[in-house]
């Protein structure tokens, strides 16, 4: 991706109802594993691997990366956020802003409405955005810069899609 930083956004994977249970526990469904193992496959082919995952810390974001992960080389420097699980699109970018310019490349793993709004907010472009969607966004400046319309949109998967 050339100087600067890359932003890797994505929702978690299909996850399943848990009735009288927490939506905090609900698991990936079959389809949902089969979708994140997908994803690190096409980040994979892309030579995309992050440095720091930023992670929500419900159990269906967790299972994403790891069925992700399983693709990818290198071992990132892993975070997983109680405070991302309702955040909103302005709080995840905060913490964008917040990254250390050490990282060169950031994936985040949260829910919607904020992972489709954050690649909103930062590049200008309103995504469709299904579960175990993803989002290639690239940053010229610092993190620290990240503000709207700072970045642009390079990449992008879904589900369904060809590799």
């Not at 994979?44 to 691997?49: D, P, Q, T, V, Y």
Request: include cysteine; glycine fraction near 12%.
């Amino acid at each position: 991706m050339g100087k600067g930083h890359t932003l890797i956004v994505m929702r978690h994977a299909k996850a399943g109802e848990l009735p009288g249970g927490p939506d905090f526990e609900r698991a990936l469904r079959p389809r949902g594993e089969r979708d994140s193992a997908a994803a690190g496959r096409w980040l994979a082919s892309r030579g995309l691997s992050p440095d720091l995952v930023l992670c929500s810390a419900a159990r269906r974001t967790q299972q994403t990366w790891r069925w992700l992960s399983a693709a990818l080389d290198g071992a990132p420097q892993f975070s997983a956020e109680r405070t991302l699980y309702q955040a909103g699109s302005n709080d995840v970018a905060e913490l964008v802003r917040q990254t250390g310019e050490q990282f060169g490349t950031l994936l985040y793993i949260g829910h919607n409405p904020a992972a489709a709004g954050l690649v909103e907010l930062l590049t200008g472009t309103e995504p469709e955005f299904p579960t175990a969607a993803i989002a290639v966004i690239a940053f010229t400046g610092t993190w620290a810069a990240a503000a709207r319309g700072s970045g642009q949109l390079v990449e992008s998967w879904a589900p369904g899609l060809a590799p």
